[in-house]
């Protein structure tokens, strides 16, 4: 129904900037809530950044002032720009949907997960 394939990631210092990407397939025609969440080695999985269809974001609070998140809706992606990393950020950042339409009209509430894309910041 959705597959979700996530881009970016990789290994940066602290300090520096990196951006993961989403980009959502399948039969959709909207999506409500796209959004990141990450999970560090041994450690639960944790919300990131959302952001709904109106436009509304919800951002962590250890996050807020250095990461945003943005949506394109006609192309169906989100975006994650993670500036000033630091290495607690270290973990693997999984790209959600929550609730779609397709284009039946069809809607489907629930999580849809990425695969995840590896971000390790060295100190």
């Known amino acids: 129904q959705v597959q979700l394939v996530e881009t970016g990631g990789g290994l940066v210092q602290a300090g520096e900037s990196l951006r993961v990407s989403c980009a959502a397939s399948?039969?959709?025609?909207?999506?409500?809530?796209m959004g990141w969440y990450r999970q560090g080695s041994g450690k639960q999985r944790e919300l990131v950044a959302t952001?709904?269809?109106?436009?509304?974001?919800t951002i962590a609070d250890s996050v807020k002032g250095r990461f945003s998140i943005s949506r394109d809706n006609a192309k169906k992606t989100v975006s994650l720009q993670m500036d000033n990393l630091k290495p607690e950020d270290t973990a693997v950042y999984y790209c959600?949907?929550?609730?779609?339409?397709?284009?039946?009209?069809?809607?489907?509430?629930?999580?849809?997960w990425g695969q995840g894309t590896q971000v390790t910041v060295s100190s």
């Open positions: 952001v709904a269809l109106s436009g509304r974001t």
């Open positions: 959600n949907v929550n609730g779609f339409q397709d284009y039946s009209g069809s809607f489907y509430m629930g999580d849809y």
């Open positions: 399948g039969s959709i025609s909207t999506i409500q809530t």
